[in-house]
């Protein structure tokens, strides 16, 4: 009697983890948002079952509701975050990304660090016919342009990864000190974006804002790269806020939560 009525203790939970196992084996690439009917329908579940553990599962995080569809969770995408960030933030940036393209006209791209330089890994490219090609994997130096800034001024090590070395001068507006660089950097976190014109090209310029992950450490950097002739120091108060509204999207979809804990 006692091991029966152990076996069924046990048995429960069980049972209700594969129930919500099942309902979200109802969320695919192809269909992101099902209805509560149409959940129903591929589970099986009676639906007052179903419609209880959604319920259930959307206060929890496991799910969100917009209307009448659902979808994973932020809180559930937070939670896979760290075990799939490596493989999956050019997968979550680039959605980001190409909407910012699209909103302002100008080339969008993803940036992370190594050392001294920073890396394009993900880009949308403007679709204008005048523009200056940002690739994926090119490199340049964290001293210019105002993706390296971002860096400078949200994570430590970058700074310590130029002290002592000698910084190249690319154009007249290259900043060639490390006492430039720091009031830069201070510069950027008051406003929580960079800009920077002709710093690396005289006929460049560039806005970035920083993007966090789960561990609210810095994840890269996130901006437009456009051609001066189209984007000038004239439009920063335009267009530092919806670049860094993008990073705080991407943010989001890293699993960043800026809630203290």
Known sequence: MSVTADSNKGSAPILVLHKVTE??????IEAPEPTLQEIIRKTGLPSSTCQR?????????????DGDRYRIGIGLVRWATPGTLGLDVVRLVKPILQQLRDETGESACFYVRDGAFRTIVAVAETRHVVMRPFLVGQVMPIHAGAPGKVFLAYDPEARDAITGSELAKFTSATPDSLD???SQSRETRERGYAAAFGERHDDVGSISAPVFDHTGHLAGALGLGFPTQRVGPG???RLGPVVAKAAEAASHALGYDPKPA
Do not use: A, T
């Open 180 to 182: 430039k660089l720091d």
């Open 53 to 65: 553990l959604v319920q259930n599962m959307v206060r929890e995080g496991f799910l969100d509701r």
């Open 23 to 28: 309902i979200l084996n109802c969320f695919s």
């Open 235 to 237: 439009d920063v108060e």
